[in-house]
Nanobody
Framework: QVQLVESGGGLVQPGGSLRLSCAAS????????IGWFLQAPGKEREGVSC????????YYADSVKGRFTISRDNATNTLYLQMNSLKPEDTAVYYC??????????????WGQGTQVTVSS
């Protein structure tokens, strides 16, 4: 069964840290472009960070550069997002995503169920 399961969200004070995990099953993360998205209340889902499958290069949204770090553990088939110096505006539901092109017109795309991150004093 193909599945992405996030964990690690919670309530943290401004300036604090959290580490999100996304455990994959039924497929191998290294074969996919993988990343983290967030969705704040009343807003559209937006990209936070990703790892390209072709060369492993990492990208970050400007809003999180220098504060968040994405990583992947191939042995455990798990994606991580280390979030430091958290701000109230980081509050959102965070989703992990894996995508792979199957043909020139078809892709395989998987989403996790999301984990809530709340930054508040």
């Amino acid at each position: 069964q193909v599945q992405l399961v996030e964990s690690g969200g919670g309530l943290v004070q401004p300036g604090g840290s959290l580490r999100l995990s996304c455990a994959a099953s039924g497929f191998t993360l290294v074969d996919y472009a993988i990343g983290w998205f967030l969705q704040a209340p009343g807003k559209e889902r937006e990209g936070v960070s990703c790892i390209r499958s072709i060369d492993g290069s990492r990208y970050y949204a400007d809003s999180v550069k220098g504060r968040f770090t994405i990583s992947r553990d191939n042995a455990t088939n798990t994606l991580y997002l280390q979030m430091n110096s958290l701000k109230p505006e980081d509050t959102a539901v965070y989703y992990c995503n894996a995508e792979r092109s199957i043909t020139s017109t078809a892709t395989r795309n998987y989403w996790g169920q999301g984990t809530q991150v709340t930054v508040s004093s």
